[in-house]
């Protein structure tokens, strides 16, 4: 579902009986503040195809001769990366720096970023149908040089070779900052010359992993049926053995683990991003039903295991019972993710920051009992990192109260999957990610609708992406 898009078919739809809306107060300053006043304008176009979008299809030439003595450093809190940090990425030794001078944050490390002449037909689901040979795996986000306002004016210069007594080589260097997050594989920093149009690799950084690839991270709550009294945890882990969430005093409960893989993914004649070059590994996601809790109260909870380590201690709230007198929501759609740095993305959603600010302001101010998130979830669109990302955005909400969630066309579309529309708006997940990282209480796989009730509102929730004529038909028959 585009911004700009409010036709009918690209949307789920969530009927609300006598509602009542909570106000967002205004949030206190934060990183979020910085981010949206700073780059709203760098991101407004970049929901529409943009040339980073574009990446995986353009020729790539070996330019590491230009700067022999070119270095990519990682500076970051310790030799492995942490669960979330900023990490300053320092490239030296460039011989003429230019604004066409970027790097990519791949992952894994052992991606192949050449070019993959014989797989041209596999890329045109970005939206590029130029005849170019490809890049065989796609970033995770890149930056370019620039953004260090001393990289293109070369101030940082350093002199490498001396002849007589004299400078006969000088270099220049840059430093720019990459917001990373536990995504369990390695990462790797690619430095490019040439743009995103003509990308020509120069250097390549030493790989860096995370310190606990296994952390249990980004834990969000859901409600099961209209009582109130239980609520579904759901996390994601590098670790496939079973976990555990503690809760209410003393309570304590095992997880389910479930995990998808690329032969999970949809693709057709060509095959799809999530199939193919935006395929990236989702580790294992745990699943735990805390019960015999009180509706309209509030509680605690951490989860993990002593193997692999465990959440902070997070209090969250449940919603009022069905039938009780009153509810305070918010419904919304289409929120995306938007980078905490400025990298680019392959699909940025410039207002995702603002309404999660917004809504953390209500939670936080006890203002709030629930969200509904109605469609076009994470806009990872078969890019499957950026699923990580949407849900450590989320987490300072979801974490903290009930998240339901509806299926959108972003989610679910894709040619010859049982889709009602055949586009390849999902870019081949086909609704697999979506119902593994958000379990609803639906009646069976990729069945995505159910009712429930909160207080005085009873919510029915449905999909328009899937084909609804044979039950109508039964109804009437």
């Known amino acids: ?10 949307v789920s739809i969530l009927l ?30 970049f929901t529409a195809v943009s040339d980073f979008r574009m990446i995986n299809r353009r020729i790539l030439k070996d330019c590491s001769a230009s700067s022999p003595f070119l270095k990519i450093n990682i500076t970051s809190s310790n030799s492995k990366l942490s669960d979330e940090e900023f990490v300053t990425v320092t490239v030296t030794g460039v011989s003429k720096p230019s604004s066409a001078d970027w790097v990519a944050m791949i992952s894994p490390s052992s991606s192949n970023v050449e070019t993959c002449i014989l797989n041209e037909f596999y890329y045109l689901q970005t939206g590029d149908t130029a005849k170019l040979p490809l890049l065989c795996h796609y970033p995770v986000k890149a930056q370019y040089m620039k953004s260090d306002p001393d990289y293109l004016s070369c101030k940082k210069k350093e002199c490498k070779k001396y002849q007589n007594g ?16 536990n995504i369990r594989s390695d990462i790797e920093f690619v430095f490019f010359s040439g743009g995103f149009l003509k990308p020509c690799i120069v250097g390549r950084s030493t790989p860096v992993g995370f310190a606990n690839p296994k952390k249990p991270l980004y834990g969000h709550l859901s409600s099961t049926d209209s009582t ?15 976990q555990q969430v503690q809760y209410g005093g003393g309570k304590t409960v095992t997880s389910a683990i479930t995990t998808f893989s690329q032969d999970d993914m949809c693709s057709s004649a060509l095959p799809s991003p999530a199939k193919d ?9 745990h699943s735990a039903l805390m019960t015999g809790l009180k509706p309209s109260s509030t509680f605690s909870y951490r989860y993990g295991s002593d193997s692999v380590g465990w959440s902070e201690q997070i209090q969250f709230s449940t919603p009022p019972a069905g039938g009780s007198n009153e509810l305070k929501f918010i419904a919304f759609g289409d929120m995306g993710k938007t980078p905490l740095d400025a990298s680019e993305e392959h699909y940025i959603q410039p207002g995702a920051l603002s ?7 209500d939670v936080n101010s006890n203002n709030v009992n629930s969200v509904f998130h109605i469609g076009d979830i994470s806009y990872a669109t078969g890019f499957l990192a950026e699923w990580d990302f949407f849900l450590n955005l989320i987490s300072p909400v979801a974490s903290r109260l009930s998240y339901m969630t ?16 055949s586009t390849p708006d999902s870019g081949g997940e086909c609704g697999v990610p979506y119902e593994t990282y958000f379990p609803m209480p639906t009646a069976a796989k990729d069945k995505p609708w159910y009712s429930i009730e909160q207080g005085s509102v009873h919510f029915t929730v449905i999909s328009t992406e899937h084909d609804w004529s044979e039950i109508l038909s039964s109804m009437n028959g």
């Open 355 to 361: 309404v999660i600010k917004a809504i953390a302001s």
């Open 1 to 10: 579902m585009e911004s700009c898009n409010w036709i009918l078919k690209h």
């Open 166 to 181: 004299k400078c006969t080589a000088t270099t220049c260097s840059g430093s720019i900052k990459f917001h990373v997050i």
């Open 228 to 242: 109130g009294t239980s609520m579904r945890l759901t996390w994601v882990s590098g670790d496939k053995e079973p």
């Open 406 to 421: 509806a299926i959108g066309n972003h989610e679910r579309d894709y040619v010859d999957s049982g889709s009602v529309y």
């Open 277 to 285: 070059f935006g395929w990236h590994d989702p580790g294992y996601i």
């Open 16 to 45: 609300v009986f006598f509602l009542s809306f909570s106000t967002s107060a205004t949030p206190p300053s934060s990183l979020f503040d910085f981010v949206i006043t700073n780059t709203t304008t760098l991101h407004r176009n």
